[in-house]
């Protein structure tokens, strides 16, 4: 098992930043490909980005390319997610999700799940 507990989440103005933290513990975090989806209301749960274990080469939605950063620190078992320029349209409840091997874009794939934390963008 793995446990992933968010943080960072809060309200935030048009044009700034946040910073998620998922903290993972349980299994070898190393072993595994993390990312952040999101679920606005009344929306399907969207993929937002992805890193593998490595840290190597992390994808992003279109809609966040540019605008926030994935990373991840195996010393402390903790993935981040960096959001700048943050929109209204990037209100939603932010996942942290793990699996075995590579990154995927579907959620489908993944195993672990943590509780969710709100971010909320006002115009």
């Known amino acids: 098992q793995v446990q992933l507990v968010e943080s960072g989440g809060g309200l935030v103005q048009a044009g700034g930043s946040l910073r998620l933290s998922c903290a993972a513990s349980g299994r070898t975090f190393n072993n595994y490909a993390m990312a952040w989806f999101r679920q606005a209301p009344g929306k399907e749960r969207e993929f937002v980005a992805a890193?593998?274990?490595?840290?190597?080469?992390?994808y992003y939605a279109d809609s966040v390319n540019g605008r926030f950063t994935i990373s991840r620190d195996n010393a402390k078992n903790t993935v981040y997610l960096q959001m700048n320029s943050l929109k209204p349209e990037d209100t939603a409840v932010y996942y942290c999700t793990a699996r075995r091997n590579y990154p995927t874009r579907s959620w489908n794939d993944y195993t672990y799940w943590g509780q969710g934390t709100q971010v909320t963008v006002s115009s």
């Open positions: 890193i593998s274990w490595t840290g190597g080469t992390p």
